[in-house]
């Protein structure tokens, strides 16, 4: 696969649920997927789990899937109101993302990092993708 794209997006579950790969595994096969969507799933205490393998097409973002990859952070909704978007990721998390879209970027030269929200119209990854890799990349400048 001619990785162009690193797909950002978040499960849109509570910071309080502590789910996995294997959780969004099932829901995306009860959605009538036949496996996980996304290539990567980050758990609330940092772990990186692997979905599909980097070879296999995704199945995350529409008109992108053929040359993309996508990484899913677990959370990204209000505690209160799951149906609201909300940047509540960790610093596990963020600690882990960083080093994965390093380790990606050194693997796929001139990949470009996006938000599932600058694709579609939801709110996910409930974050600016944009305005987070220019901040890292300004501290990587330093």
Not at 51 to 73: K, P, T, V
Not at 107 to 115: D, Q
């Amino acid at each position: 696969m001619d990785v162009k794209y690193i797909v950002v997006h978040c499960s849109a579950t509570r910071p309080s649920q502590d789910i996995g790969a294997r959780t969004i595994n099932a829901w995306h096969k009860e959605r009538g997927f036949d496996k996980i969507g996304y290539h990567y799933v980050i758990k609330r205490n940092g772990n990186v789990e692997l979905g599909r393998d980097e070879q296999s097409q995704g199945a995350h973002a529409l008109g992108y899937n053929h040359n993309s990859l996508g990484i899913c952070l677990v959370g990204g909704s209000q505690e209160e109101d799951h149906t609201k978007a909300e940047n509540n990721f960790t610093d596990d998390q963020w600690n882990s993302f960083g080093y994965l879209i390093d380790q990606l970027e050194d693997k796929y030269l001139g990949v470009k990092i996006i938000g599932h929200n600058e694709i579609s119209k939801k709110e996910c990854p409930a974050f600016d993708v944009q305005e987070w890799n220019n901040e890292r990349i300004r501290k990587d400048k330093k």
